[in-house]
């Protein structure tokens, strides 16, 4: 079976959306299946990633500086992101898959919906939709939306009848390492105490939050002992700046780039600070505590919820993280704050989301 993915990463959207692709590739590889994928050449855009993964990359045309400009001037919507004209981005694409005529056709992408989809569906198989927005009409046998606080009720009126819907983070596209650490990382859990802070605020963090992060806590309480295992994306603007602001710090910081085992850095961790994106769903499933900056307005509702759960505490304002933070962690201070947290995030999902998500597809549309 071929399933082409249509996802794209840069320094606008972030790298989110093609990495949870890459973990449902990753599986679908694992079982005999071939995956390729289908991005815009955007600044930021992870080929190199997903080909030294072994997968086929096909990589459309860079915008022009015209198609940028006027995407400017609609700065108030995710048109922008895909930086052409929908019907553009749907005629090339379909002119890379219609030699292929692949099993799946996945869509990942918020500037993207059923016009662009209907297009395409004459060369697949089957479509399958990741959403986080609720927000416009998909063409698809299988929708995903992992967020915490969603339900399928969200997508009526938005989806064909024979749509199936998998809702909630018990489908959230994890891999298979953060169900693996899953009972070893709640076993340190059961006495808690704050000493190693991991903190990783996307792969791009291109407004610099993880600097106004360390700017907060070199002025909190935390003692001399206090480790920070910060992490950043090899596209991140600010990198060298945050190294240098990490040598400078009043306890030990370490910057890590590209890492590969975020699993385990969040095992060792007992506390991170973090966007409030999808790696909420890998800090739960390993019972991290986190404190949630909302770094983009689709995180809302997933942060809301997932202070409301117990597993985190939001705050509101990047901007105003020097004055939040220090109170914030005098409040995960509290005895039993930190292990309620942890056996809260704990039961939001179990990891085992993609398995899940497979076998729907076979189900839908067949994936042996």
């Known amino acids: 079976m071929l399933v082409v993915f249509r996802a794209d990463a840069s320094v606008q959207i972030g790298t989110g959306h093609v990495m949870r692709c890459l973990t449902l590739a990753d599986e679908l590889t694992r079982q005999g299946h071939e995956c390729r994928f289908v991005c815009r ?27 940028v400009e006027a995407n400017d001037r609609n700065s108030d919507n995710y048109a922008r992101w895909l930086g052409v004209p929908w019907q553009e981005d749907a005629r090339q694409t379909l002119d890379t898959l219609t030699p292929w005529q692949p099993d799946w056709l996945v869509v990942d992408h918020y500037a993207l919906d059923a016009e662009w989809e209907r297009i395409l569906a004459n060369v697949v198989g089957s479509i399958m939709v990741i959403d986080d927005l609720a927000n416009r009409c998909h063409e698809c046998a299988l929708l995903l939306d992992q967020n915490l606080g969603r339900v399928a009720s969200d997508y009526d009126d938005l989806l064909p009848n024979d749509c199936h819907r998998l809702i909630g983070p018990g489908y959230a596209l ?40 360390l700017d907060a806590l070199s ?12 992490i950043m994306g090899a596209a991140a603007p600010y990198l060298d700046g945050v190294r240098q602001q990490a040598a400078r710090m009043p306890f030990r910081a370490m910057v890590s780039v590209g890492v590969t085992d975020m699993a385990e850095r969040m095992c060792l961790a ?19 505590p986190a404190v949630l900056v909302i770094l983009a307005e689709n995180q809302v509702a997933g942060a809301v919820a997932l202070e409301a759960s117990g597993a985190a505490i939001k705050t509101d304002n ?25 056996d809260a995030a704990a039961g939001i999902t179990d990891g085992d989301g993609v398995f899940r998500v497979l076998q729907a597809m076979g189900a839908a549309g067949g994936t042996d």
């Not at 709640?186 to 600097?211: E, F, W, Y």
């Not at 002025?219 to 910060?230: G, H």
């Not at 990047?318 to 942890?342: F, W």
Request: proline share 6%.
């Open 270 to 288: 007992d506390l991170s600070i973090g966007a409030a994106g999808g790696t909420s769903w890998e800090r739960c499933c390993l019972g991290l």
């Open 41 to 67: 050449e955007h600044e930021g855009h992870l080929g190199d990633l997903i080909t030294s993964k072994g997968y086929g990359f096909t990589l459309l045309p860079a915008p022009s500086d015209n198609e």
């Open 174 to 213: 994890l891999r298979p390492e953060f169900a693996n650490l899953r009972e070893q990382s709640m076993n340190r859990r059961q006495q808690p105490a704050l000493k190693r802070i991991l903190i990783s605020l996307g792969g791009v963090d291109r407004t610099n939050v993880t600097g106004q992060v």
């Open 219 to 230: 002025e909190s309480a935390l003692p001399a002992s206090t480790e920070l295992d910060i």
């Open 318 to 342: 990047a901007g105003q993280l020097g004055t939040t933070l220090p109170a914030v962690l005098v409040a995960l201070s509290e005895p039993d704050r930190l292990e309620r947290m942890s």
